[in-house]
């Protein structure tokens, strides 16, 4: 698959603060790529960097097979985490202001938004000021703003910040259409249930250092334990656990269920699982037999945690 984004050892620094340190990742066409890391890893200064609006010191960043240039702008979405809407301004007059900005006619501008202010139900806000909306609704405004030129590339930058419940699920469900629609997306949070849902890569910056990067499927199975949840009923426990003792290493665990069953996690080792399942159902009824696959929270925490 072709990378839309290419970032090749690039170093940012601010005195003597080095906030990117030979940072290299690459970002496949038509995927959403997670870019993760605690506060201070450097993800803002990268994003920063390949919207242009800081340069590196040193590296280089290929965009669509070209080194990034000036007019590359308008090929790009950035929805930043501080939002950077006119507030005394009217949505529609800012909207069709921005939209121009990225290289589009008014007409074709006006045609986008009325498309995008339907999709979202919001045609009644085209004469409200920013400053009369909540800060879920400026989002919306500011997403519509992000997406409408139809760029290569877009960077959400904590993107569901401030949407309730229904409104953080209608955007996501944008952002997998705009993806199946040939988008490429990159997206910036903290918030590891939503890497789970959308990504399909991630990357993981820390201390300036990329230290983690690859398809999730893939980072997963380098981070999986061999390990299974097990919740077994038996009239004789103890027979139970001095069976699997011998082969297996064994500890307490918690999930939820409607049975009052033994819950353990047991790590197989060079075993099998249907090794385990043979010795588990010898000495009792398994309810529960689950495969204990890292999260992405389980993997920024162990990682960032080293």
């Known amino acids: 698959m072709r990378n839309i984004l290419e970032v090749n050892k690039v170093v940012k620094q601010y005195g003597d603060y080095t906030a990117l340190n030979e940072v290299s990742i690459t970002v496949p066409k038509g995927s959403i790529y997670g870019l993760l890391g605690p506060n201070g890893a450097g993800k803002t200064s990268l994003i920063r960097i390949i919207n242009q609006i800081t340069m590196p010191d040193s590296g280089e960043i290929i965009l669509d097979g070209e080194k990034l240039q000036s007019n590359h702008v308008q090929y790009i979405g950035y929805m930043p985490e501080e939002r950077g809407l006119y507030k005394s301004m009217k949505v529609g007059e800012q909207c069709l202001y921005l939209a121009q900005m990225k290289g589009l006619s008014k007409a074709e501008a006006k045609k986008q938004l009325e498309y995008w202010f339907e999709r979202l139900e919001i045609q009644g806000w085209w004469n ?33 910040s401030g949407f309730d419940p229904v409104n953080a699920n209608l955007i996501k469900d944008e952002i997998l259409a705009l993806r199946e629609q040939g988008s490429t997306i990159i997206f910036s949070t903290h918030r590891m249930e939503s890497v789970e849902e959308l990504c399909d890569h991630i990357a993981l910056l820390h201390k300036s250092n990329k230290l983690i990067e690859g398809r999730l499927d893939d980072v997963k199975k380098k981070y999986r334990t061999n390990s299974f949840e097990v919740g077994i009923l038996s009239d004789n426990i103890e027979g139970l656990m001095y069976d699997i003792t011998q082969k297996f290493t064994v500890g307490q665990t918690n999930f939820k269920s409607l049975n009052d069953e033994l819950k353990l996690e047991i790590q197989l080792g060079n075993a099998t699982p249907n090794e385990l399942l043979h010795i588990l159902t010898q000495r009792g009824q398994v309810t529960h037999f689950v495969e204990k696959i890292p999260s992405v929270n389980d993997i920024f925490i162990q990682t960032v945690s080293k």
Not at 130 to 136: A, D, M, R, T, V
């Open 128 to 160: 409200k000021k920013i400053q009369e909306l909540s800060k879920g609704m400026a989002q919306k405004i500011q997403f519509v703003v992000c997406v409408l030129h139809k760029p290569k590339l877009l960077i959400f930058d904590e993107p569901f």
